[in-house]
Structures are given as C-alpha cells and as structure tokens.
C-alpha cells in the first residue's frame, strides 16, 4: 500500500514540522538547556510523528476499503501497522 495523494501533502508536513523540531531539540541539548524544555519539546516531536503515522495507515484503511479488499492479509497488516504505533 501507498499513501494515497490526498495524504501525500499532509504527511509531509507533519513529518517536516517534526524534522524541524527535533533539530530544535538537538540544539536545545547542545546548549545545555533544562532538561524539562528538552522532554516537552520531545514529547511534541514525537507526537508529530505518532500523527504522521496514523495518517498513514489510515491512508491505507481508505485504499482497502475503495478497492473494496476484504483479504484478512490486508487487515492484519494494518493492525500491525497501527498497533507498532501504540
């Protein structure tokens, strides 16, 4: 499964947004910064990427279910996917 064109662009930019702030967090380590800035800032990064993730699966929710693919491979796989997330 692909993401589907629609997601492409959404995708991206939560994945950019949190290329971004983990460049922000690599810095605020590097300058020593308070620990408790550094785990929040963290904490947003990873749920950046959580949500990117999520909008990729869910992509693929959407391709099986136009395609009209009931095949238990496919819905194993998604769980997986979304599961791996958790």
């Known amino acids: 499964m692909k993401v589907d064109d629609e997601s492409v662009g959404a995708v991206?930019?939560?994945?950019?947004r949190a290329q971004g702030q983990l460049a922000g967090v690599i810095a605020m380590v590097e300058?020593?910064?308070?620990?408790?800035?550094?785990?929040t800032?963290?904490?947003?990064?990873?749920?950046?990427?959580?949500?990117?993730?999520?909008?990729?699966?869910?992509?693929?929710?959407?391709?099986?279910?136009?395609?009209?693919?009931?095949?238990?491979l496919a819905q194993e796989q998604l769980e997986r996917l979304f599961l791996s997330l958790a």
């Open 41 to 72: 800032q963290l904490a947003a990064v990873s749920r950046a990427l959580d949500k990117a993730g999520f909008k990729i699966v869910a992509s693929g929710m959407r391709q099986c279910l136009a395609a009209g693919v009931d095949a238990p």
């Open 12 to 16: 991206l930019n939560r994945l950019r």
């Open 31 to 39: 300058d020593g910064r308070d620990c408790t800035e550094v785990v």
